[in-house]
């Protein structure tokens, strides 16, 4: 195998977001991201890193760390200590390296699941690994949200390519008190076109260090409304993990 990655960390939490929220679950945090929102909760996923962290034991929140790019036998190594059965590849955005994906996760031939967490953007990379992944939790970026450019089209793509293929998605709309309703809108008119029945959760933008914006519960109940309007399920699900204090 001739790609090596980057990588963040490597740990075992109960995922705090989304359809599986609670269910505990080793992460292997990529580096790199293709966008910059403002509310970004993961900035150590945008930049680089010399060493990835890896928690050791597994659960104790305790970390060694290990020279990084990081060869796929040796990152197998690295998650033969760690017993959960759903692996969560989490970034940054972990399909800037699709390379290493691509021949990494045919490996991972012992876990139950394989869940990939993504801004929902580059559906053609996405289009390679989607044989070796069980879920797929979408982002759709708000530019109201994010403060960056649309990627309607884009996010379009993603969601045909990846229910083309009949994998589990679920779709993610992050929300702050600056999301408008016409994003909203567009996020349900391409969740609509292909399947309303698409599990949607509505994620309020948890404050970090640089981002001090909530949410009203009023903006965030019409959101709700707006969307259970069109779509089947549709769920308001905070970052679980920073209420619980875990990573
Ligand atoms: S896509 Fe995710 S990791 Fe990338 S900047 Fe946005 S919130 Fe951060």
Redesign the pocket.
């Known amino acids: 195998m001739k790609h090596k990655a980057e990588i963040v960390e490597i740990f075992n939490s109960p995922q705090g977001e989304g359809v599986y929220v609670g269910e505990r679950m080793t992460f292997v945090r990529f580096q790199r991201?293709n966008?910059?929102?403002k509310y970004?909760d993961?900035p150590q996923?945008?930049c680089h890193h010399e060493v990835c962290r890896v928690e050791s034991p597994a659960g104790s929140e305790n970390f060694i760390e290990i020279p990084n790019p990081v060869s796929a036998a040796k990152l197998c190594d690295l998650l033969s200590v760690f017993n959960d059965k759903i692996l969560s590849v989490t970034?940054?955005?972990p399909l800037e390296q699709v390379d290493f994906l691509s021949e990494w996760l045919p490996s991972q031939t012992s876990m139950n699941k394989i869940l990939l967490e993504t801004?929902g953007i580059q559906h053609e990379r996405v289009e390679r690994i989607l044989p070796y992944i069980n879920v797929v939790s979408m982002d759709i970026k708000l530019p109201s949200s994010?403060g960056g450019e649309p990627k309607w089209d884009d996010h379009s793509a993603f969601l045909r390519n990846v229910l083309a293929s009949g994998i589990e998605i679920y779709v993610k709309l992050v929300v702050t008190a600056d999301t408008t309703d016409q994003d909203i809108e567009e996020s349900i008119r391409i969740i609509t076109k292909v399947n309303r029945f698409i599990p949607t959760i509505i994620q309020p933008a948890s404050q970090t260090l640089l981002f001090h914006d909530r949410i009203s519960q009023k903006r965030l109940g019409s959101f709700e409304r707006l969307c259970s309007a069109y779509l089947k399920d549709v769920r308001v699900i905070p970052q679980m993990h920073k209420e619980w204090g875990v990573l």
């Open positions: 991201c966008m910059r929102c970004c993961t996923g945008l970034g940054g955005e801004n994010t």
